[in-house]
């Protein structure tokens, strides 16, 4: 059975966070569970023409965040996934920059894109970065998806997580084509919404300094925001159980964790729900809480 690779959020948004818990991670390996490891940690700064999906916040310095990713030899990503970019914003000087500097890292770098425009001017100008399609492309039908498996740019593909409990047609792809599937587990987006593209795209219209107000969601209970309880609940939501007893033995090994755009007292709790042994979750809550003197109120 194939280990499960974890695809986590916040290279910028959290490298305070990442400070604090990868000395845990690498310090108390026996913590956590022995069949999972951490693939790749996304993310991108606050202000990057080029950023997409969710809204980023990130204000770490990248060569604090690529010495910290050199040091524990985990692959970053920066999220490059902005829909609507055209000829004139390849020049962007930041993005290019952020661009040079990965591609030195000693783990290989990636660049999760929804351009096509993009991609193909960072094979050209980057080759040593690596490609990832993103779930933003919003593509729900099997056939696309499968599709987007076969084209040789990307290295991994996240679909639409309404794709994740397609099981007959999932447990069908041949191994190369399910080395590249990265699966979004956590994801609270109720599943019969119909304007996920359009939420992407407003996001995606602010990064590129465009006044629009914010998409306001009208789903059931979007005003209560991200819950992690709401997202368990979802029909596509992938349980520590689904990965360990179906995903892992039908050969898939790639999770994505969203919430780069969440808090960080969040992203631990997925980090417990996912990697962390029971017997240990407490012992981690209180290096995590000490370390940063954590005052609720």
Wanted: aromatic content about 14%; some cysteine.
């Amino acid at each position: 059975m194939k280990s499960a690779c974890y695809h986590l959020p916040g290279l910028f948004e959290f490298y305070d966070f990442y400070k604090i818990f990868l000395p845990l991670w690498r310090g108390h390996r026996e913590w956590f569970y022995d069949w999972c490891h951490i693939a790749s940690i996304y993310g991108a700064p606050g202000d990057c023409l080029w950023g997409g999906g969710r809204a980023a916040f990130g204000d770490a310095d990248a060569l604090d965040v690529i010495l910290l990713m050199n040091d524990y030899e985990i692959s970053s990503r920066l999220t490059f996934s902005n829909s609507l970019l055209s000829t004139e914003h390849l020049s962007d000087k930041k993005c290019n920059g952020l661009c040079s500097a990965f591609e030195k890292t000693n783990v290989a770098s990636g660049v999760i894109v929804h351009s096509d425009l993009l991609a193909e001017y960072l094979a050209a100008k980057f080759p040593n970065l690596y490609l990832v399609s993103s779930t933003t492309k919003v593509l729900t039908n099997f056939s696309d998806f499968e599709a987007e498996l076969k084209r040789p740019e990307f290295k991994y593909v996240v679909p639409d997580f309404r794709l994740n409990k397609s099981f007959d047609k999932l447990a069908q792809l041949p191994l190369d084509e399910k080395d590249k599937v990265e699966f979004l587990c956590n994801e609270c987006c109720n599943i019969n919404c119909p304007d996920r593209k359009v939420c992407y795209e407003n996001v995606s219209r602010k990064n590129l300094g465009e006044s629009v107000a914010d998409h306001k969601c009208l789903q059931p209970a979007a005003e209560r925001g991200y819950r992690f309880s709401l997202a368990m609940k979802n029909k596509a939501f992938i349980s520590l159980e689904d990965i360990q007893e179906i995903y892992l033995p039908l050969g898939f090994s790639n999770f994505k964790i969203e919430g780069r755009g969440l808090g960080s007292a969040l992203l631990l709790e997925f980090i417990l729900y996912y990697m962390t042994k029971p017997q240990h979750q407490l012992e981690v809550r209180e290096e995590i809480y000490l370390d940063s003197m954590l005052d609720l109120f």
